[in-house]
């Protein structure tokens, strides 16, 4: 996995045409025919995430470490809980310990994170989906992270869906014509869409909503800073005019209001938070 060995490497340092430089501490203070057995250990309460990566990382270090995972990806730890079992070279767990705890921590933090979203919106139809707004180069980790605490994942990037906001919706009336309501707009993209990709389009006013909700092409509507109450009656107007379609609030939203936007009815709530602010989760890596 080429964000692992870039990982390893910067860790490890590298010169010219990739010659690994080496763990300076490590060398100079551990015999190189040492052997251990250390655990990752849990500090905090929290859900694991990215045990899969332990094996590839210890790859990058040294062939034949035995690694033993006691909680699968998705599991609630408590503190003190073994993650995962390493044996083999001295050297190899501490010089691989950090990166290790780093995929670890980062993943696990957003899963826990996601997790306490989906137990505070629990009892009500509202999924907690994540956002595009992910580490540079972690999206896939980030929102395999977002699943493993219970969330949804909306679009994996620009490629697999299409969401129309304000600036979309100005160009697109240079281009065909500004006295077309938003619902002619939509319908006019989602007839050159293939069946199987989601469109949405993004609202701030209930005026705008009601224009969609009137025969519209979008399959999602995205309810931007909507408040509460807006969101109350978002959901009314949706029920009454186009029931098959999902609405999405987004926006100010977080772990104290959240379950007044999932008590007013909406079907997704997307969350940025849980990708660009999560905690990282505390582990530890202990030798026996």
């Given at each position: 996995m080429a964000l692992i060995r870039m990982s390893v490497r910067e860790d490890l340092g590298h010169a010219s045409y990739g010659t690994v430089q080496g763990d300076k501490t490590a060398e100079l203070a551990i015999p190189q025919e040492l052997t251990s057995t250390a655990r990752i250990v849990a500090r905090k309460p929290g859900i694991i995430s990215g045990t899969y990566l332990l094996a590839p990382i210890l790859r990058e270090y040294q062939v034949g470490m035995a690694l033993t995972i006691h909680t699968p990806d998705g599991t609630l730890l408590k503190p003190g809980d073994t993650v995962a079992t390493i044996a083999g070279g001295t050297r190899t767990i501490l010089s691989a310990e950090r990166v290790m705890l780093n995929f670890l921590g980062h993943l696990s933090g957003i899963a826990t994170l996601t997790r306490r979203y989906v137990d505070t919106v629990a009892g009500t139809r509202a999924q907690i989906c994540d956002t595009r707004k992910t580490t540079p180069a972690y999206r896939n980790l980030d929102k395999y992270a977002v699943l493993c605490g219970g969330g949804t994942n909306h679009r994996l990037g620009l490629h697999d869906g299409v969401m129309l906001k304000d600036n979309h919706l100005a160009a697109l009336r240079d281009r065909l014509g500004h006295d077309l309501?938003?619902?002619?707009?939509?319908?006019?993209?989602?007839?050159?869409?293939?069946?199987?990709?989601?469109?949405?389009?993004?609202?701030?006013?209930?005026?705008?909503?009601?224009?969609e909700l009137h025969g519209g092409g979008a399959n999602i509507i995205l309810l931007d800073n909507f408040t509460p109450a807006q969101t109350r009656d978002a959901v009314t107007l949706r029920n009454s005019l186009a029931p098959q379609k999902l609405l999405e609030s987004s926006g100010g939203i977080t772990l104290d209001n959240i379950r007044a936007f999932a008590e007013a009815g909406v079907d997704r709530i997307s969350i940025g938070a849980l990708t660009h602010s999560a905690p990282v989760l505390d582990l530890s890596l202990e030798l026996a």
């Amino acid at each position: 996995m080429a964000l692992i060995r870039m990982s390893v490497r910067e860790d490890l340092g590298h010169a010219s045409y990739g010659t690994v430089q080496g763990d300076k501490t490590a060398e100079l203070a551990i015999p190189q025919e040492l052997t251990s057995t250390a655990r990752i250990v849990a500090r905090k309460p929290g859900i694991i995430s990215g045990t899969y990566l332990l094996a590839p990382i210890l790859r990058e270090y040294q062939v034949g470490m035995a690694l033993t995972i006691h909680t699968p990806d998705g599991t609630l730890l408590k503190p003190g809980d073994t993650v995962a079992t390493i044996a083999g070279g001295t050297r190899t767990i501490l010089s691989a310990e950090r990166v290790m705890l780093n995929f670890l921590g980062h993943l696990s933090g957003i899963a826990t994170l996601t997790r306490r979203y989906v137990d505070t919106v629990a009892g009500t139809r509202a999924q907690i989906c994540d956002t595009r707004k992910t580490t540079p180069a972690y999206r896939n980790l980030d929102k395999y992270a977002v699943l493993c605490g219970g969330g949804t994942n909306h679009r994996l990037g620009l490629h697999d869906g299409v969401m129309l906001k304000d600036n979309h919706l100005a160009a697109l009336r240079d281009r065909l014509g500004h006295d077309l309501t938003i619902a002619q707009l939509t319908t006019h993209i989602r007839k050159a869409l293939d069946a199987n990709i989601t469109l949405w389009l993004e609202v701030d006013t209930l005026a705008q909503l009601r224009d969609e909700l009137h025969g519209g092409g979008a399959n999602i509507i995205l309810l931007d800073n909507f408040t509460p109450a807006q969101t109350r009656d978002a959901v009314t107007l949706r029920n009454s005019l186009a029931p098959q379609k999902l609405l999405e609030s987004s926006g100010g939203i977080t772990l104290d209001n959240i379950r007044a936007f999932a008590e007013a009815g909406v079907d997704r709530i997307s969350i940025g938070a849980l990708t660009h602010s999560a905690p990282v989760l505390d582990l530890s890596l202990e030798l026996a």
